[in-house]
């Protein structure tokens, strides 16, 4: 078990290597000018080469990637160009808000989805089930921009029952988050139906209901067990994609989390903010990853008993 | 490919348009996305584009729908019916090609790396693991933002996102693929490994690989119409239903139909080649419903 832990831990260091090179020789392909950025375009030549000279344009990307790499160890990712401090705590400061619209948009569609999805499957082809699967694919088909601004009109605009964006209260939260959450809920929702509907095919549940188990005891004792790790890897891998995929609710929102200022950063073509930023989500990504992929071995008892027995 | 007995045998491709037109919600939305592609492709006949989708009529912003202009004006006092249906062409023409060139890259890759196995397989597939755990539409902006912005550069910028988890999908068919005889049958008769590939192996998926690129369509529609509502798609005055709902931001509270126009056409599209994708998956093959 343990060694299984330690090799999932050590492969991980290769893949972040891998993604800060990738992410480094996208942002690099062509040769930048921070000292333009940062100067301004009525600055004069001269010292426009002497920053650049100073900030290590002029050496090779390899060496440049070396130098970042050993730089992120001590959570140096550079300065932005822009407002010339340094990327990390201006990252850092506005991480909050995305990480609670991740959390709650989360636990939000997760609370709507997973019993809706269970109910859909155990009563197939009910009016519930239809019109559950039909609303998940209606809702898979909207654009969150649009489902935000929709939510706005009706809710704030309209109604003036909730704040249409700012970040300062819970209240200010409900709409971006019913926006991240609805068709998260409806993924989670037709995942859910899927993973179940499968599992009531088995062997097992056919075994349980001959011996004569209540329904309610084979979909909670039998069922859902089964299904629950299946569905909490979908959980996590949303939760994943939604700590990059706030971008677009914020900018609707008018909220300043993570996704504006690499949004803002990109505009300016402020390289080390764009760097710092995806380097940062994908490393979260690949880290929620492992977490689920451990949990799995942790609960699981046929995979747990694997490792036991010393397969790896 | 079990094939269904239904009286009399069919070939392939009848066999599947039997099953697809069963699927009455598949139907309608390839209908729908007909008359979409309709409108696309004639957009130029229905609404001229300089005078209608550019030209600012001042005097006219901001109407409701009326016999003259049927979705209404926007703030510049630009006819939105016409706006649609050209934002119609840049949509659907950006799916299409998007979807096409990201089948192509993903089959080249996963079956290459499906059909050799090994180490080749191996480095491809971390490479495509390490892409795809950046967050998609942030390696979508990474791309534009050193390429520049427009439509040509946005269509490859969407393609390399989509290309690793094409594929992974390919990858995976593939293997189930290569361990047939006749791919050994080819291999001891001499044929090249690219002439396997494309010959014997790829023929063979692509029917699959082709319903895999149609349910992309709508998320790469939604994904177009996203990046052009941030300002980092179509440029304006180019009509595109996201920069047009991102217009239109300003004056929704008083004048709801110029940002329900734009967001109707993408909800409507987007849920007709959902529909159109599911149905033709379940046609296909029948074992891949639910």
């Known amino acids: 078990m343990y060694k299984y832990v330690l090799k999932r831990l050590l492969y991980i260091i290769p893949m972040l290597l891998l993604i800060i090179l990738i992410v480094f020789l996208i942002l690099n392909i062509t040769p930048g000018n921070p000292g333009r950025i940062m100067l301004g375009a009525t600055a004069e030549q001269h010292l426009v080469d002497e920053l650049n000279a100073s900030l290590g344009m002029n050496k090779p990307v390899l060496q440049r990637y070396f130098e970042y790499v050993l730089g992120i160890f001590k959570l140096d990712f550079g300065v932005s160009y822009r407002s010339q401090l340094p990327v990390f705590q201006e990252i850092l400061k506005n991480f909050p808000t995305t990480i609670k619209l991740a959390v709650f948009s989360v636990i939000v569609s997760a609370m709507i989805g997973i019993p809706l999805g269970i109910i859909s499957a155990t009563k197939r082809y009910s009016t519930m089930d239809i019109s559950s699967t039909v609303s998940a694919l209606f809702l898979a088909s909207i654009p969150e921009f649009w489902l935000g601004l929709i939510l706005m009109l009706i809710f704030s605009l309209k109604l003036g029952w909730l704040p249409s964006g700012g970040i300062g209260e819970l209240k200010n939260y409900v709409l971006p988050v019913m926006t991240l959450a609805l068709p998260t809920a409806a993924y989670l929702l037709r995942i859910t139906r899927t993973i179940m509907l499968e599992i009531l095919r088995q062997d097992y549940i056919r075994t349980a209901k001959a011996k004569g188990a209540t329904n309610q005891r084979i979909i909670f004792k039998h069922a859902m067990r089964n299904a629950l790790l299946p569905i909490i890897t979908q959980l996590g891998i949303r939760f994943a994609y939604l700590l990059g995929g706030t971008l677009i609710v914020e900018q609707v929102f008018g909220m300043y989390g993570v996704g504006t200022i690499i949004l803002k950063a990109m505009r300016l073509k402020d390289v080390p903010v764009i760097m710092a930023a995806t380097i940062l989500l994908a490393t979260l990504f690949m880290l929620i990853m492992l977490i689920i992929d451990l949990m799995y071995a942790y609960i699981d008892p046929r995979i747990k008993s694997q490792f036991k027995k010393g397969i790896s | ?38 409108f696309a492709i004639f957009a130029d006949v229905f609404a001229d584009y300089d005078t209608l989708c550019i030209q600012m009529t001042p005097l006219d912003r901001l109407q409701g729908p009326s016999w003259q202009h049927i979705f209404g004006t926007d703030a510049f006092g630009r006819d939105l019916f016409a706006r649609t249906i050209h934002g119609a062409r840049v949509s659907l023409s950006f799916g299409l090609i998007c979807a096409s060139l990201s089948m192509v890259g993903g089959s080249l890759i996963g079956a290459t790396a499906a059909y050799f196995g090994g180490k080749i397989d191996n480095i491809i597939m971390r490479i495509v693991d390490v892409i795809m755990s950046i967050p998609g539409i942030l390696l979508t902006l990474a791309l534009i933002t050193v390429l520049g912005l427009g439509l040509k550069n946005m269509i490859i910028a969407m393609t390399i996102g989509m290309v690793p988890g094409f594929s992974r999908i390919v990858r995976a068919l593939v293997l189930t693929i290569v361990r047939q005889e006749y791919i050994d049958a080819a291999r001891a008769s001499g044929c090249s490994s690219l002439r396997i590939i494309i010959v014997h192996v790829l023929p063979n998926a692509v029917a699959m690989i082709i319903v895999y690129a149609t349910m992309n369509i709508a998320g790469l529609i939604i994904g177009a119409a996203s990046l052009s509502f941030i300002g980092m798609g179509v440029q304006p005055p180019r009509p595109e239903w996201g920069s047009m709902v991102a217009d239109a931001t300003t004056y929704m509270r008083l004048y709801p139909h110029i940002v329900l126009v734009p967001g109707l056409a993408i909800v409507v599209t987007a849920l007709s080649f959902n529909l159109f994708g599911d149905g033709l998956a379940d046609a296909l093959d029948p074992r891949m419903r639910d």
């Open chain 2, 1 to 38: 490919m079990k094939k269904l007995n239904v009286g009399q045998s069919r070939s392939g491709i009848g066999d599947i348009w039997y099953r697809f037109k069963k699927n009455k919600p598949a139907l309608i939305g390839f209908i729908v996305i007909c008359i979409i592609g309709i």
